[in-house]
């Protein structure tokens, strides 16, 4: 609990209206987030905040909860939040209106994939609270369904991806448009200094910096370990640790989408109900899926990073990074899919013998150690013909090119003049330095 909770405090404790706190009290929260103790008071004092905080901590309640308070039921479309992925803005739109149900004030999920014509009457009722993705949100505003007139608040949850290249230009335009007299709150778990200098352009002079990570950028209820493992044996390995581990509810990550239906695939040929989740799946069927798993009809989900960021079920117990991130802060966002909200969890990364510096590198980020999983039990398969040909031929390769030392003359037998000419200014090496290497962390499995 000292993790994440300030023991020391309860909402009461906050200030926030009666009506809020029925909603917290009936959802069984009684102490906040070191986040929400923090980022909650910053709110209801105006301040503009760029927050950030480990995964599973309720970041969502952080800023949901403010507004909830501050917000009025007569002043439609007040508040924008913009999220990276439609699964993250239903999320965000179904906690907060879960934790406003004695309130009366509403929240819209405006996201592409879905019936735009059920979006405007939702707006059409009448809602205080906009949460959406930036390109559904940009559309309804051109065709005039959304006005960003009246907005007092301006949120970006998950600022790090929302304010990469891929939106970017979204969100300038888009708070181009808001007000610029507004509050601006702007969260994620992985804030660097980059994204933050590009964060505070779109903010005032007065900016709040709340961090709350502290040690480890990931929770200390997630157990984190690696397995060495060769590419071709990957998915053998997925299966013998699904059939002999028998993990409650586990999320796979892949780097592809082509992965991702492969491996499913493969899982569903061994008898193993796996379902997949990526961009490219309709979003009616990737609702479904997200539904199948809350309602714990499914195990084990196959996912692309799409789900990184935007999946909060609380009952994941594991893990498994089937693919290793390039990039170590995707690693933060995925393993923490589990453990969210106290509970402990599990995260188990396949590591090939070429990517020790990669997982060094996700190390570094996060502040943790990452041990290794041995497993015995787990007989790697031969190496394939193909892999095995190429191997010899750049074996031969090198053997080829290795230079004879017998030709080379020793440093101390050469004349003076050949030195002067080899070597700056004359002054030649006493003897041959040896050559370092950094050995792999990786055994290659014997076979």
């Known amino acids: 609990m000292s993790d994440a909770f300030d023991t020391t405090k309860t909402f009461a404790d906050l200030e926030l209206c009666d009506s809020v706190l029925r909603g917290v009290n009936e959802a069984g929260f009684q102490h906040p987030t070191d986040i929400q103790a923090a980022l909650i008071p910053a709110m209801l004092a105006g301040s503009d905040v760029i927050g950030q905080a480990k995964t599973g901590t309720g970041k969502t309640a952080a800023f949901g909860l403010p507004l909830l308070h501050l917000l009025h039921k007569d002043e439609p479309m007040a508040a924008l939040v913009l999220t990276p992925t439609r699964e993250l803005a239903a999320q965000v739109a179904a906690e907060i209106n879960e934790l406003g149900k004695h309130t009366p004030i509403r929240c819209v999920c405006i996201i592409g994939g879905e019936s735009m014509r059920h979006q405007r009457k939702d707006l059409e009722r009448g809602a205080q609270i906009i949460v959406g993705t930036p390109g559904r949100v940009m559309d309804m505003q051109q065709r005039g369904l959304i006005k960003f007139d009246a907005v007092r608040f301006a949120i970006l949850d998950e600022v790090d991806r929302m304010l990469d290249i891929g939106f970017r230009e979204d969100i300038r335009r888009i708070l181009k448009l808001v007000p610029e007299k507004r509050q601006t709150v702007f969260v994620s778990a992985t804030i660097d200094d980059q994204i933050e200098r590009l964060a505070r352009s779109f903010m005032g002079e ?241 076979r």
């Open 206 to 446: 007065d900016v709040n910096r709340i961090t709350t990570v502290s040690g480890s950028l990931t929770v200390q209820m997630v157990d984190q370990k690696y397995l060495s493992v060769e590419p071709w044996d990957k998915r053998s390995l997925l299966l013998h640790l699904l059939r002999n581990e028998d993990p409650p509810t586990t999320l796979v990550f892949c780097k592809t989408k082509a992965t991702v239906h492969k491996v499913t695939k493969y899982l569903r040929d061994k008898s193993i109900e796996a379902r997949e989740i990526h961009g490219d799946l309709e979003q009616n069927k990737r609702n479904r899926v997200m539904a199948s798993m809350r309602q714990g009809k499914l195990n084990v989900l196959i996912a692309s990073d799409l789900a990184a960021r935007g999946l909060d079920v609380e009952h994941i117990t594991h893990v498994i990074n089937y693919d290793l991130p390039e990039d170590p802060e995707v690693y933060v966002h995925r393993i923490g899919r589990t453990a969210r909200a106290g509970r402990r969890g599990v995260a188990w990364s396949f590591v090939t013998p070429e990517e020790g510096q990669r997982l060094t590198e996700i190390e570094k980020l996060t502040g943790a150690l990452i041990g290794e999983f041995e497993y015995p039990d787990f007989k790697p398969g031969p190496v394939p013909s193909d892999i095995h040909d190429q191997r010899s031929r750049e074996q031969r390769r090198a053997e080829q090119t290795k230079p004879d030392r017998n030709l080379v003359t020793p440093v101390e037998e050469l004349s003076e003049q050949e030195k002067a000419r080899l070597f700056p200014g004359g002054i030649a090496p006493k003897s041959t330095t040896p050559r370092r290497t950094l050995g792999s962390r990786f055994r290659r499995r014997g």
